[in-house]
């Protein structure tokens, strides 16, 4: 018994007739395709990477800045080593920064850590407002560099241009230890629809 023969006895003529129909009708089946480019946009660019900074047995409330030491940068657009980071919005997105220690200031060393940020006015740097959170309205005095984990945000609105600088505050009091510390800062842009 042939194949097509064998397929009468399980399906019948009514049931060949129908696969038939419908195989015709899967292979008639039209299909569209439409294709989307997808552009990323980069909101965020690091500044300077590395300072170092002179800091003295028994300094109380003392300031440095990233970049720069112990006094503000002059910014200059075209020198990255002039400004901590830069975030650039167009219309469609604004942009939270957040700015943390990747580890804690040493606690038995410095009393104080404490960070804020500044942005570039035009013809000065200003203090910059933190907040708690990547979207909200609750601000933050500082950041502090002693808590682990504890971090702030920078809300920029869409369509601009800023320079950013972090300035810490600091008091390095509690001993008398000159050796090394490191203080890692990072950044982590986060595009919004709206704070």
Known sequence: ????????????????????????????????????????????????????WSVYVNDVNKIRYLPGGSTESA????NTSTYACKVVTDAQKVCAVKIEL??????????NFNITA??????????????????????????????????????QVSSTTRYYLVKATYSYDKVDETAQVTATFQYTPLPQDSF
């Open 102 to 111: 990747t580890s804690a200031i040493n606690g038995s060393k410095f009393s």
């Open 118 to 155: 500044k942005y570039w006015s035009g013809s000065a740097w200003t203090d910059e407002t933190l907040y708690n959170a990547a979207t909200g309205s609750t601000p933050k005095s500082y950041i502090d560099g002693l808590t682990p984990g504890d971090a702030g945000y920078i809300h």
């Open 75 to 78: 910014l200059d657009a075209g």
């Open 1 to 52: 018994m042939n194949t097509l023969s064998k397929l009468k006895v399980i399906f019948g003529v009514k049931g060949l007739l129908c696969l038939f129909s419908l195989s015709l009708i899967a292979f008639a089946l039209v299909t569209y395709t439409a294709s989307v480019t997808i552009n990323p946009v980069q909101q965020f660019t690091i500044g300077s990477t590395s300072d170092s």
